[in-house]
């Protein structure tokens, strides 16, 4: 008897934050945009990176970024904001580009074989779901003129539905095959060490309601990503202008990642700025730590 009575009590917690839930994105004012929006963005969040790139010198917009990573970009808000920023025509709802038939990394690249696990995910499989290069050649003639440049990868936990112009992989980021995947996607006869001149991560784990845990999640992420602008950002001297490439990686407010930004961030970087978005839910401790200027001191 206990145990039937507090099922109902959890069944009417749990509809009464459904109810908040949709009530709240009922009054949501990006939410409303979002859905009125002729870009049709497949998320609230694109909003977010559209408001940081404004009034962030534009960095998505100089002529000479031609490689951009989105991590943790499903279902694929800030992916499409990037191809429009890269000149890619995006296909009207209901018109996908057809792309080839899915192949795995494992048949196309030569990956590791599980044995070069980060540290600081030991207990992860080294699977990689699903991936689906988005070819040129193979898209539909009737999805318009395709005539965008450079090159987008996205990846995600989650399945991405196509975007034209941008490469989707379905993999753990926190696991060195998926790191390694990037880099051949990466790699062309114009950019033989596969680097890139944006990073972008909007990554997040699912909040578990446990602080200590949810902010050693938010740690975990930022130091995979960090440790993946180190190995891919270009140099200013590289792309022979006065700044090196663009990290935008999201975070949860803590002393913790404060200390990483000082410790990490800081030094390599010509410019960190924090940034809370107004799109960004005032209620939401994620803030954004945009770095521009990659300069690395590291040995
Ligand atoms: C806030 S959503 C990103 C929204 C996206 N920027 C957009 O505009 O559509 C965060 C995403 O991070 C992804 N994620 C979390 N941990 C991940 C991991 N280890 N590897 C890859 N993706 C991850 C989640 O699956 C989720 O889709």
Redesign the pocket.
């Known amino acids: 008897m206990v145990f039937r009575q507090s099922l109902i009590r959890l069944s009417e917690k749990s509809k009464s934050k459904s109810a908040s839930w949709a009530s709240r994105q009922f009054r949501d004012p990006y939410v409303k945009k979002r859905l009125s929006d002729p870009m049709a963005y497949?998320?609230r969040?694109?909003f977010k990176?559209l408001e940081i790139n404004d009034e962030s010198n534009k960095f998505l917009e100089y002529p000479d970024v031609n490689a951009v990573v989105?991590?943790?970009?499903?279902?694929?808000?800030?992916s499409q904001v990037v191809a429009d920023k890269l000149g890619w025509n995006r296909s009207p709802p209901g018109l996908m580009p057809l792309s080839r038939n899915p192949v795995t990394p494992k048949e196309s690249h030569p990956i590791d074989n599980g044995t070069k696990r980060k540290k600081w995910n030991s207990k992860r499989t080294e699977e990689l779901d699903y991936f689906d290069p988005l070819n040129i050649d193979s898209l539909d003639p009737n999805t318009g003129n395709m005539t965008g440049r450079g090159t987008i990868i996205a990846?995600?936990?989650?399945k991405i539905e196509s975007i034209p112009g941008v490469q989707t992989l379905q993999?753990?980021?926190?696991l060195s095959s998926t790191t390694l995947a990037i880099k051949n996607l990466l790699r062309s006869h114009d950019n033989p060490d596969g680097k890139v001149d944006v990073v972008l991560s909007?990554?997040?784990?699912n909040v578990s309601g446990n602080n200590a845990h949810d902010i050693e999640d938010s740690l975990q992420?930022c130091e995979a990503v960090f440790e993946f602008a180190t190995n891919h950002l270009r140099t200013a001297e590289s792309i022979g202008r006065r700044r090196g490439g663009v990290l935008l990686m999201k975070f949860f407010a803590h002393p913790l990642l404060e200390q990483f930004k000082d410790d990490k961030l800081k030094p390599n970087f010509n410019h960190v700025s924090y940034i809370k978005p107004s799109s960004s839910r005032a209620t939401s401790r994620e803030g954004y730590y945009l770095c521009q200027g990659w300069r690395p001191t590291l040995p």
Do not use: Y
């Open positions: 497949r998320a969040s694109a990176l989105d991590l943790g970009a499903a279902p694929g808000g800030w990846v995600d936990l989650l993999a753990d980021f926190l909007d990554m997040a784990a992420i």
